[in-house]
């Protein structure tokens, strides 16, 4: 037998003991959630067609799927979504919806310190006709995983791509400048932004109209705000306003939550197009959650099968558990 020293790769968990119990026992709550809420559960598997890992709008997926070196058509996941959503694009039907809900393993390549290699990866995705009411109902359910982790803190923030979207529309910048602009205003830094505007020759008032929208953060109230600027601005909004306001309404009294509105949030997956939402989760330091409404596929009419869903990181509750 091979004595070398057993050593666990970095950004790789292991669990053993009371945490691998605590960890099969969380799965089984998680898949009860579900239950209750009438999700399908699926299982994918961890290798797919490069094709079935990658197949959502944009680039993220394809810069960190791993490819498998001797079969290039095959790759290993990074996230799970793209692969219920071909799961939804086979079982297709007009005017039908489909809920469906999974966990499994994934690895993606990460240079953060509070970032693990292979999270184990839990959501619930829905397709169909998209109403306020569905997007309560995931935020409910995800509610109900992070209360798995017994915290007295949950903050939920949110956010309507529709309003960063809308502008970018009305910059005539690169790609590679677009996304350069995005981290700017991600991490929020006006001087930045500032010089970022002067290099391009970009307009004072677009410049202005940024910083009047990475103002457009907090409680409630800056639904007021959001109005304001609409109006000032043209932004025809009304219907986004309409759905923060009611699923801030229908949210409120989650236990232990705090709720608060960030335009600018440009922290979840990049495929995202309108109502969108992050869990954060006192004491660990990162978000614990993603969500929001994305495209899911274009039929053959030119239609969109449009989509809702959430995912987590279930390691991360094995990490908050109060024991």
Do not use: W
């Amino acid at each position: 037998m091979n004595n070398q020293k057993f050593l666990i790769p970095d950004g790789i968990d292991y669990y053993t003991g009371s945490d691998a119990v605590l960890f099969e026992k969380l799965k089984l709550a998680v898949i009860k959630i579900f239950k209750k809420y009438k999700y399908e559960f699926v299982v994918t598997p961890v290798v797919d067609s490069i094709n079935n890992l990658n197949n959502l709008s944009k680039d993220n997926l394809k810069n960190i799927t791993v490819s498998l070196s001797d079969r290039k058509n095959l790759g290993i996941r990074s996230d799970i979504t793209p692969q219920i959503s071909k799961l939804d694009y086979q079982s297709y039907k007009k005017n039908k919806s489909n809920k469906f809900s999974y966990m499994g393993e994934i690895y993606r390549e990460t240079q953060s310190p509070f970032d693990r290699n292979n999270p184990f990866q839990v959501g619930a995705e829905y397709f169909g006709n998209i109403s306020d009411s569905i997007d309560i109902t995931m935020i409910k359910m995800c509610h109900e995983i992070a209360c798995l982790s017994k915290s007295k803190k949950i903050l939920i923030e949110l956010n309507d791509a529709f309003f960063i979207n809308k502008f970018f529309s009305t910059l005539n910048i690169s790609k590679s400048d677009k996304e350069q602009l995005s981290v700017l205003i991600s991490i929020k830094s006006i001087d930045e932004i500032i010089n970022f505007f002067s290099s391009k020759k970009l307009t004072t008032k677009k410049l202005n109209e940024l910083i009047d929208l990475l103002k457009l953060s907090g409680d409630a109230s800056t639904i007021k705000k959001i109005k304001l600027f609409s109006k000032k601005y043209k932004y025809n909004a009304d219907n986004d306003l309409g759905s923060l306001k009611k699923i801030i309404e229908k949210i409120s009294l989650l236990k232990n939550t705090e709720i608060i509105i960030d335009i600018c949030s440009l922290s979840s997956m990049d495929y995202e197009t309108s109502f969108n939402y992050t869990f954060y989760i006192d004491k660990l330091r990162k978000p614990f959650a993603f969500g929001g409404r994305y495209e899911s596929y274009t039929l053959n009419d030119g239609s969109v099968r449009h989509a809702t869903g959430f995912s987590l990181d279930l390691k991360d509750v094995v990490t908050l558990y109060e024991k």
